[in-house]
């Protein structure tokens, strides 16, 4: 089965703040893809990478980064000098190579204070 | 290029009553996906098509709940007989059959409150 673990409900940093939002992943499938989506407060969600399961280099984009881990099944994200607009929810989610259904975690809430 | 398009954006409905909500995909994209979102979760995936072919069915939360796409162009979701558990965000989305194929791209939902 399935299964993407985010363990940080709500997270609440002040501006400028660098800040990692965690995601741990279960799966059986060797080819599959992994996904960072942010929810505004319009509640549109939005994406922001996607990364397959062969490709272990971390990715920067912007204020922006990604890592990719394998070895301990996870995929966390980090936002370095946070503003007040990186305030959202944040997903991680995962899919099989086949099988397109994003199977979601719970979201983690970033706050970012003025 | 505009992107995946839902309507209404809010429905009220009584207990009872059936409701159908329409989901306009990216015009390229060939994959369409209903999600259903309730608070403080993430989203729970539904159904989806490739083309007008519903290859995933299963996950659809009774036999209230029905979906069609029947052009392979826009897609509409129907609840039958509504109840208050039906309250939440039902959410679409679309993706390519190409290199991008299962970036998934999002509406901004149809928010459902069943009284």
């Known amino acids: 089965a399935q299964k993407v673990t985010q363990a940080q409900t709500e997270i609440s940093v002040v501006e400028k703040e660098d800040v990692t939002l965690d995601c741990v992943y279960e799966?059986?499938?060797?080819?599959?893809?992994l996904f960072w989506y942010k929810q505004p407060p319009s509640g549109e969600l939005v994406f922001l990478i996607r990364?397959?399961?062969?490709d272990e280099q971390n990715e920067i984009s912007g204020r922006y980064s990604w890592n990719f881990q394998k070895s301990t099944s996870s995929f966390n994200f980090t936002i370095t000098a946070s503003q007040v607009v990186d305030s959202a929810v944040y997903f991680c989610?995962?899919?099989?190579?086949?099988?397109?259904?994003?199977?979601w975690g719970a979201g983690t809430k970033l706050i970012i204070k003025p | 290029d505009t992107g995946v398009s839902q309507d209404p954006r809010h429905k009220i409905t009584k207990r009872g009553q059936n409701v159908t909500f329409r989901c306009d995909p990216i015009?390229?994209?060939?994959?369409l996906y209903w999600y259903r979102q309730t608070l403080g979760q993430g989203p729970e995936f539904l159904t989806y098509?490739?083309?007008?072919?519903?290859?995933?069915k299963s996950r659809l939360l009774s036999d209230r709940f029905s979906a069609e796409r029947p052009k392979g162009s826009f897609s509409t979701l129907e609840i039958q007989r509504t109840e208050q558990g039906d309250s939440a965000m039902y959410l679409c989305?679309?993706?390519?059959?190409?290199?991008?194929?299962?970036?998934?791209?999002f509406g901004a939902g149809t928010r459902l409150s069943v009284l």
């Open positions: 098509f490739q083309n007008e072919a519903q290859l995933e």
């Open positions: 990364r397959n399961s062969f």
């Open positions: 799966t059986r499938d060797t080819t599959y893809y």
């Open positions: 989610a995962l899919s099989g190579d086949s099988n397109y259904q994003l199977i």
């Open positions: 989305a679309s993706s390519s059959s190409g290199g991008a194929k299962n970036i998934q791209y």
């Open positions: 015009s390229e994209h060939n994959r």
